[in-house]
């Protein structure tokens, strides 16, 4: 099995609430390896870029999102599912604008995997304790949706391979990822 990497951001509310060390500490306690970090605000490029909108997701976001409000009775107030992944879009680069982030690149074997395991749901609320959202977090799309914000959850984790050598690329420059042996290398060979 050849190692992964990953990109996991700790947003500003991570930020302010000092748990940039929990971040780390459990993502290295698993015997993950941290081979980039630094601390720094995005810019509208860096933000912008990072939350890509693909024609699958806006659609699909869109459905959720519209059957949900009709199952309660309530009216949905977009009529085309660009429009809706445009907003969506805009406040997730508000947030991760508010202040000073930490990312990281992680590597081991199945890391993106992982890392998605260890963060929890993107919605807080399903994120099941022993989560880093699940413990720390506890905001809701019907809660962020009512205060028109993007949901706060701390924390970014690569959904994928891809999406991770992407998002690694629009974060680092490659003489910022470090190589190097730690202990538990051995077993992942």
Do not use: C
């Amino acid at each position: 099995m050849s190692t992964e990497k990953t990109l996991i951001i700790v947003k500003h509310d991570g930020v302010s609430r000092s748990l940039i060390g929990e971040v780390v500490r459990r993502f290295e306690n698993i015997g993950l390896k941290i081979v980039a970090m630094k601390m720094v605000w995005a810019d509208e490029r860096v933000a912008g870029e990072h939350y890509l909108v693909s024609d699958e997701w806006a659609k699909g976001v869109f459905s959720k999102a519209k059957v949900a409000a009709e199952s309660k009775g309530l009216e949905f107030p977009y009529d085309d599912y660009k429009s809706y992944a445009d907003n969506i879009q805009l406040m997730n680069r508000e947030y991760l604008m508010e202040g000073p982030v930490v990312a990281m690149v992680f590597e081991g074997p199945h890391v993106v995997e992982i890392g998605r395991k260890i963060v929890g749901s993107t919605e807080p609320r399903q994120a099941p304790p022993g989560t880093i959202r699940g413990d720390y977090m506890f905001d809701s799309y019907v809660v962020a949706d009512g205060n028109k914000r993007s949901i706060r959850n701390l924390i970014h984790a690569s959904g994928t391979v891809d999406e991770a050598t992407r998002e690694i690329a629009l974060w680092f420059k490659p003489e910022e990822l470090h190589s190097y042996q730690k202990s538990l290398d051995s077993y992942h060979s």
